[in-house]
């Protein structure tokens, strides 16, 4: 178990791992600190490009990328509204249901 979280083995019933410092915890501290202010500008960017490619292509931007949408045919686009039309009646028989 000690070699799994990176300590030094035991010896006869003693171990000679006395623990982390203040400075090692603190790095350690620092570390998860910045990895998780990391993910977050990370998603503000993401969400802010998404943002800015829905208010100028609208919807279409929203939903596809420029190279999704170059390859949809008349065909693709009949089929993709006939799954969320199918979605929004299920959705809907289901509230009908429960009231």
């Keep these: 178990m000690a070699t799994l979280l990176g300590l030094p083995e035991e010896n006869n019933g003693n171990s000679t791992w006395k623990g982390y410092t203040i400075d090692e915890l603190n790095l350690a501290r620092g570390k998860s600190l910045l990895r998780r202010e990391m993910g977050r500008v990370q998603l503000r960017n993401q969400l802010a490009t998404t943002g800015e ?28 509204a006939y799954r969320a039309v199918m979605m929004g009646v299920k ?9």
């Design 53 to 80: 490619r829905a208010k100028q292509q609208g919807v279409r931007g929203l939903l596809f990328s420029n190279g999704v949408v170059a390859g949809l045919n008349k065909m693709d686009y009949l089929y993709l």
């Design 91 to 99: 959705l809907f028989s289901r509230r009908r249901k429960r009231f």
